[in-house]
């Protein structure tokens, strides 16, 4: 029952220093790393066949 109460303490412990990091801001270098580490790591997808990018302009208004 000691080992329970030390790990959720323990744990508790390391959830609130980096809450506390992660509230000032000092861990969103280390978010964005890893958020580029990911898109690295799973390499270039094709876009998708089905997306179209319309253009409107006033010259196409016009027109219409």
Do not use: H, T
Request: include cysteine.
């Amino acid at each position: 029952m000691k080992k329970i109460k030390k790990g959720l303490l323990v744990g508790f412990i390391v959830g609130l220093f980096m809450s506390i990091l992660y509230g000032c801001g000092l861990l969103n270098g280390l978010e964005w790393l890893m958020y580029d580490m990911q898109f690295n790591l799973r390499g270039e997808l094709s876009p998708d066949k089905r997306i179209v990018i319309v253009a409107v302009d006033e010259q196409s208004l016009k027109e219409i």
